[in-house]
């Protein structure tokens, strides 16, 4: 995958405004934050200064740069990329792959996924998989599988998520706001592609408070005619060095009500 912003077309200090501006922060905030002088910023920016790679490295984590994209301004100031990209696939991320499938199995019975950045799926535990592909278009489930456009396409399962309206809402408010966060062309054309699919309630201009979007029911009714309700969390790790992994995702769901909870976790075993 190539960069978000190319080292090539724009200098270091252009990319380190973009991220400055795209955290809404002034110079003067950056600098006061970061404990650097707002003199020295604005030379790096204006490209009067060079900067170190251990400023940028400083600069970069106070602005949560993702790791791709510390990468560019690495190698937009001349340095050696901070961070490996390894393919899942390698055998040096054996202990990956084995803890994202311990993830997975001990989330059974209720379904569990891993995405990449552009939400794209990576893994799924049984229940997911059976709950999340009956009933949809076969295309939509050709690598890559987006879960996006699984979920919320017409021929995906939008049709049986009975509270679509506010679900489509919260969803859509949640990919605006990672594509403005993080500046990636291929979110801002997913989400102008989902947000064109018939029925859905786009986001609005401002986001909300991202405290108000951590809870919203997913109420579906599955391919075979049960009601389930849902909710999900999201998790990362937490201090990944490598790209990859720093982009993968974990979405549990969690049983948001006991008719669910009951119909996922089957009859009780016979006592005795």
Do not use: C
Not at 211 to 218: G, K, T
């Amino acid at each position: 995958m190539a960069p978000t912003l190319s080292p090539e077309r724009t200098g270091v200090g252009a990319l380190l405004r973009e991220w400055r501006l795209r955290r809404r922060l002034s110079q003067l905030e950056l600098a006061s934050t970061a404990e650097v002088s707002a003199r020295h910023l604005s030379f790096v920016e204006t490209g009067r200064s060079k900067p170190s790679r251990e400023l940028l490295l400083h600069l970069a984590d106070h602005l949560d740069v993702p790791l791709r994209e510390r990468n560019t301004l690495l190698l937009a100031a001349g340095y050696a990329p901070a961070y490996g990209e390894r393919s899942l696939g390698d055998d040096e991320m054996d202990p990956v792959r084995d803890a994202l499938d311990r993830v997975l199995r001990a989330h059974e019975p209720y379904p569990a996924v891993i995405v990449d950045r552009h939400w794209e799926l990576v893994a799924a535990n049984g229940p997911a998989l059976t709950l999340f592909t009956a009933g949809v278009a076969p295309w939509l489930l050709e690598p890559p599988v987006n879960v996006y456009r699984l979920g919320l396409h017409p021929e995906g399962l939008a049709p049986r998520v009975r509270n679509l309206p506010q679900y489509s809402h919260h969803l859509l408010t949640r990919l605006q706001r990672e594509a403005a966060l993080s500046g990636d062309p291929v979110l801002a054309a997913l989400l102008a592609e989902v947000r064109a699919y018939p029925g859905l309630v786009p986001p609005s201009p401002v986001g909300p408070d991202p405290a108000r979007m951590l809870y919203l029911p997913m109420e579906l009714t599955t391919a075979d005619g049960r009601d389930l309700s849902f909710f999900s969390t999201i998790a990362t790790f937490g201090t990944p060095l490598d790209v990859t992994v720093a982009e993968l995702s974990i979405e549990a769901f969690f049983p948001a009500d006991a008719r669910t909870r009951a119909a996922l976790q089957g009859p009780a075993p016979p006592e005795g």
